[in-house]
């Protein structure tokens, strides 16, 4: 089988890294008037070819899942790698790019963010980075094999026309969004162009929110109820909920139906060999070899959990 890997880097005019593990020169260097130029980490790319258990129904999104981010942290997606390449990297099933968001500055600081209008504590992310940064990532596909931005592929969006489905949906993670759950990474693990737009906690100017909408479906999501110092790391736990969900990407497709939260109920315990380990045993029904018996046992083990440690997720 020809290898599906995309023998060259690409990216951008932006300076982003383009995901190509085989190849560890420098991508087009940013252009940046500041610093050394950056030797690219590994980011991403990926997967699995379809078919298969994983082969989407019809109305779902079959091709290359494209991911991009923007971040004043491009360094953080390094656990990408790891997370998502090992079975990422035999196909072109995702394709993540990450981007930074100072290079679309233009002044010698690369100044990112401003004191909020009204006062108050704490800085507020500025309006012209961001805009220049989506409209770089949402004008733009990434051609298939392409080496290069083939930004004639997809037609300038009209303003006059409201974003729809299969148009890119761009997320803001946000303490402030509506919560993070196993159906929101399945829905968007259905989608063909995720963009997540990672800012520091005190926010972006939400001017760029309301921008964002004119271009693509905006989502501002939260990953619960804590607060973190940006988006980086919500993005990631999303970026690796959702892109588990992408049909193809997983080996056993049947194991995502059993785990936690897929059916409303935590998961039930796991052993393994040996059948007793120090001093602890196995539950005997597992051993028993009655399929009938050891379901109601797991169903019995998963109610239980829930009762005790997740109640809320128990219907009244
Ligand atoms: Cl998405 N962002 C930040 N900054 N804090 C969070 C969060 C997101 N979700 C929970 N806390």
Redesign the pocket.
Known sequence: MPSLWRPTAQIVESGAYRANVEDDTPLQDSGSDTGPARRPPKWLVSAEARGGAGCPGPGVYAGTVRIDIVTIFPEFFGVLDVSLLGKARQSGLIDVAVHDLRDFTHDRHRTVDDTPYGGGPGMVMRPEPWGEALDAVLASERMPGAGTLASAAMPAPSHERMPGAGDPVVV????A?TP?TQATAAELAQEQHLVFAC???EGIDQRVVEYAATRGRVRE???????????E???MA?VEAITRLVPGMIGNPDSLDEESHEGGLLEYPSYTKPAEWRGLEVPPVLLSGNHAAIAAWRRDQQLERTRRVRPDLLPE
Not at 172 to 175: C, G, L, N, R, T
Not at 221 to 231: E, F, K, T
């Open positions: 803001f993670p946000s303490p969004g993070f800012g520091r906690y999501i939260s990953l619960g109820d804590y607060v973190l110092n940006g988006g790391v919500a993005a999303m």
